[in-house]
């Protein structure tokens, strides 16, 4: 069982930044991709930027060239770094890793608030 936790959210300015962290606890064998998405309030989870454990990264279109997705195997974290902030980032961010043995494991959410 993975246990993950996410902090760095907040209310910020637009063109404001802000540096999301996750960290893996718990039992389990590997992590293979982690990823951040979001969720605004009438609209469905989408993916904002995922990182394999080779670093390969892969980003929504809405976020390329503002946002910056990096990893640190050894501590098991993932980190979202937000630039450019629009209000249109606002959303609770959620925290996502996948890896061995079938293992699927989301954070609790931290709030991203741009105000215009």
């Known amino acids: 069982q993975v246990q993950l936790v996410e902090s760095g959210g907040g209310l910020v300015q637009a063109g404001g930044s802000l540096r999301l962290s996750c960290a893996a606890s718990g039992t389990f064998f590997s992590i293979n991709t982690m990823a951040w998405y979001r969720q605004a309030p009438g609209k469905q989870r989408e993916l904002v930027a995922v990182i394999t454990s080779g670093g390969d990264e892969n980003y929504a279109d809405s976020v390329k060239g503002r946002f910056i997705i990096s990893r640190n195997n050894a501590l098991n974290t993932v980190y979202l770094q937000m630039n450019d902030l629009r209000p249109e980032d606002t959303a609770v961010y959620y925290c996502?890793?996948?890896?061995?043995?079938?293992?699927?494991?989301w954070g609790q959410g931290t709030q991203v608030t741009v105000s215009s």
């Open positions: 996502n890793a996948r890896g061995a043995y079938f293992l699927n494991s």
